[in-house]
């Protein structure tokens, strides 16, 4: 029958003393493999807990961020759109003043050129979506860029309708494409207005945009239909200009919510790692000091194994004695 191996106090003592060491040991070598001082509630309760508490809010805004990133991403779209739309309204403006000494087949190219970058405008608008939102197309658009959890901690941006019915403007800044197809009050030619309409041929878009008659059809070789032409065209390009104007209005309000949204990234951006380094101050190890206790606990090892050395060596001078 097996009994119990009786030892004395002291070397009991030492074995507790090296158990424990050992222990520490197992710990530290472990905070140097995961860089990590706490792990679990049972590490420290209250560190873990609010370091958790840091690093999901963290986590939260993180995904927050991706969403403001994206939103900054389709207000840039939006205004590559805008800087493409105005080249093209100052192509068109190019044209107009050139016809002034053109031929009347030459005016007649010039009016359908006119009208095809019309089309690419409108086409420009279509195209300018991001994501499967377009803010130009519709004023009903809406882009909404959530901050954080609270509720009013976002930034909406409104969509414009930039459309060409609604884009294209007269000197005096109303929409052309408000105006209803027919005759006005009078008799005279230059009362017919128009609406604007890609549908239709170059010469009814000039029209649409301030002239009496298509380019070709005007006699520019008698003095005063001349200056008629020319005064018609001075209107039409004040029109593009007032044009250019409110697109830049509309295009800077565009502008003014990315560099919020910016403003806002950047902050997010800093905030998250302010959070994340003040719950890893709660949770990882300081390695140099883990390094250190690693060496001294090794050489309170070997000195609890040799004092359990020597206190077997004292029971064995006392079975000499007996001998």
Known sequence: MATNVTLSSTARTNLLSIQNTASLIGRTQDRLSTGLAIKSPIDDAVKYFQAKSLSDRASDLTERKDGI???????????????????????MKGI???????????RKEAQNQMKELATQIQRLVDDASYKGLNLINSNTSTLTVRFSEKSDSQLAVKGVDLNVQKFFVDKDGKELGAISVGACAGTADDKFVYKIDLAQDGAAFVKALGFTLGLDAYTISKASILANFNAKADAVLQGFDKTITNLRS???????????LRVRLDFTKEYVNVLQTGSDKLTLADLNEEGA????????????????????????????LVQ
Not at 76 to 91: P, R, S, Y
Not at 96 to 106: L, T
Not at 294 to 320: P, V
């Open 69 to 91: 990133d994206q939103g900054v991403q389709a207000l840039e779209a939006t205004l590559k759109a805008t800087d493409g739309m105005e080249k093209l309204v100052k192509q």
């Open 96 to 106: 107009v003043d050139g016809a002034r000494s053109q031929s009347a087949s030459e």
């Open 250 to 260: 509309k295009a800077s309000n565009i502008a003014n919510n990315a560099s919020i």
């Open 293 to 320: 206790n690693i060496m001294a606990l090794q050489t309170r090892q070997q000195l609890g194994i040799q004092a359990l050395s020597l206190a077997g060596q004292a029971e064995q001078s006392i079975l000499r």
